[in-house]
Each structure stands twice: as structure tokens, then as C-alpha cells.
């Protein structure tokens, strides 16, 4: 039995660390993919984990694969691809951390990830499936996506990052009209201030999450706010929980640790439903997430950057 399990995209970032002596942009391959990130993150920080999810039979898919077994994550659901590349992004990253991204990705691996390589025994043994949106963006990879957390909705809590990125998508409309399709069943959603107004339409944290609780039962929410920290939801009880002052880096796979950091500090008190939190177990969880994500903003890259429990104390 599985703490975690997540699906979706996995690729490399080939993100800016710096500028060669003659100006140039140097890039470096990091691991990523948000679901990846959230297993790996979970992983360092403790929890049982597994990744489902698609790479190519080249370099980067080897590298990938083998990133994600020397965290720990069982890669059972791993599928490599004989026909297709490993997806890229390229970060690039301004004076204050901030990123950009562009993306080499239709037609590639993690795109073309399919219903039938799911097995109903991997996401039957898992106390946690979660998942992004952007393996929503392409088919076969939505429909894979969308069935695995329906066929998982039975034994597991649902959890769901609607991870926008506006180059992946063929226009505004479509991309918020996939993201809000899964809130239906969705039991914790991590969701960030630059998505909640493309959910909600309005960018007030309190209005914003309550209309997502009140409109899908979504039993909690957590709002990121970047460095000022942490907004939750969970029924009628609301609070928000400031950040950690850091030298930033690279804010690269900020989210996806504080989603990570706080799926594991469930599974370390063994509650894996939001109704089993007490008010002041779910605040210490929020503070311990932002503090994970604020230590993987002070190194590049992603899963490199994560810290492991042992740096949280």
C-alpha cells in the first residue's frame, strides 16, 4: 500500500542557472513534471510513494527513471516509449527567481500515456492519487488521466493541482474549462493565486476558496501565495499561514513540494482524509509545507532542490 501515488507528466527542465562570460544563457537538466515533483517531494519528506507516468526510450527518459528510483518512488507504472521523445520544458529565469517556459511536448512521451498502461492494482493500493492538469491538455494522456482518478475514487483521496501554463494549452477558454472538469471529485485541491481567478473569477482568497467548496464539495483547499506564505479552507474553518523569508534562487517546483510536504505529514499521522485533521494539526501542516517549499526556492532546479525530513527539523 501506497502513501501517494501520481499521475501524469514527467520530463526535464532545462533550466537557466546562469550566463556564460560571453552573455549567453547556461542551462542545466533538472528532473520535473508537477506529479513527479509531488512524488518525489513526498518521498524525501518520508512517504511511501509511486509515479505513473510516460518517457521516451532515450538519454532524458533513462535519466528520469533512474532520478525517480534514487528517491525512492516505485516507478512500477513507469512506461517507456519506444516511438516518441522524453518532453522538455525550458525554464528560463529572471533577476527575482521568477520563471518562463516554454515547452517541446505534443506528440511526446508523457502525451501519449494511455488507459490500458494503467493497472487497476496500482491505483486500488493507494491511500492518495493525485494529479495536474496538464496531463489534461492531450489525448490519450486526459482520458488516462480522468479514468485513473475515477477508478481510484472509491479507496483513495483525490487530490489535484490545476497547474496552469498558458503555452500548453490552444486558448483560455479551453484550458479552464478541462481544469475545472475534475473538481467534481476531487477531495484536496492545491491551487495557486494565479489559478484561483481562472477558476472563480475573483482573486479574494476567502471568496475564491469558498466558492470552490461550496460549487464542487471539495472538502479542503490550499491556496499558495508565493512568499507570502498559505491560505486553507477546509469547511468552515479558514486561516492563513505567512512564509518563509529566503535568498531565492529558483522558485521552480515551489508547489508541488508544499503539495508534497503536505500529503506526507498527513501520512505521518496517519489521516488520509481532511475530516480526520484537527484545526491545529491542519496549521502545522500548512506552516511545515511552506517551509519546504521555501527551501527548494533557495537551490535550482526541482527535485534536486527538495529538501528531505531531516532539514525540516
Known sequence: MFDITAIGEILIDLTQTGVSEGGIPVYTSFPGGAPANVAVAASKLGAKTAFIGKVGDDAFGRLLVDTVKENNVCTDGMIVSKTANTTLAV??????????????????????????????????????????????????????????????????????????????????????????????????????????????????????????????GISLILLTLGAKGAYYCMGDITGMCEGFKVKVADTNGAGDTFFGAFLSGMARLGKYKPCELSEDELRELVIFSNKAASLTTSRHGAIPAMPTLSEMM
Do not use: C
Open 91 to 216: 525554464v528560463s529565469v529572471d533577476g527575482s527567481g521568477e520563471r518562463n517556459f516554454a515547452f517541446y511536448r505534443r506528440g511526446f512521451a508523457d502525451t501519449l500515456l494511455s488507459e490500458d498502461e494503467i493497472s487497476d492494482e496500482l491505483l486500488k493500493n493507494t491511500r492518495f492519487l493525485h494529479f495536474g492538469s496538464v496531463s489534461l491538455t492531450d489525448e490519450p494522456s486526459r482520458s488516462a488521466t480522468l479514468s485513473s482518478a475515477q477508478r481510484a475514487k472509491e479507496s483513495a483521496t483525490i487530490t489535484y493541482d490545476p497547474n496552469y501554463r498558458e503555452s500548453l494549452w490552444r486558448d483560455r477558454d479551453e484550458a479552464i474549462e478541462m481544469m475545472k472538469r475534475p473538481l467534481p471529485m476531487v477531495d484536496i485541491l492545491k491551487i495557486s493565486d494565479e489559478e484561483l481567478p481562472l477558476l472563480t473569477d475573483t482573486d479574494d482568497a476567502e471568496k475564491g476558496t469558498k466558492m470552490l467548496r461550496d460549487t464542487y
